[in-house]
Nanobody, 128 residues
């Protein structure tokens, strides 16, 4: 099992920045990738970004490219999501996720079902 705890959400004005953190514990060696997803009211949960623990390879959804940066600290078993130039449409609950132990593909996982462990979520609200 892997436990994930997010922090860093809050209320920010459009154009501002926030940094989310996700601390992992437990059998983290069973998950090769860490991802961030978000879910806005009335919408499905969507992929935001992913990073490989071992190589640091990253991938982003188009709507956040150039504004968001995912990073990691292996020693702290923590993944970060730096969010700059925030827009009202970024408002959502942000979830950290660890890939399922069965996911061993080279391709970075972007689907909800590729992940086996989820955090409780942290609210990000961007005001106009």
């Amino acid at each position: 099992q892997v436990q994930l705890v997010e922090s860093g959400g809050g209320l920010v004005q459009a154009g501002g920045s926030l940094r989310l953190s996700c601390a992992a514990s437990g059998r983290t060696s069973s998950s090769y990738f860490m991802g961030w997803f978000r879910q806005a009211p009335g919408k499905e949960r969507e992929f935001v970004a992913v990073i490989s623990w071992s190589t640091g390879r990253t991938y982003y959804t188009d709507s956040v490219k150039g504004r968001f940066t995912i990073s990691k600290d292996n020693a702290k078993k923590t993944v970060y999501l730096q969010m700059n130039s925030l827009k009202p449409e970024d408002t959502a609950v942000y979830y950290c996720a660890a890939s399922a132990p069965s996911y061993t593909l080279y391709t970075l996982p972007t689907r909800h079902n590729d992940y086996g462990y989820w955090g409780q979520g942290t609210q990000v609200t961007v005001s106009v």
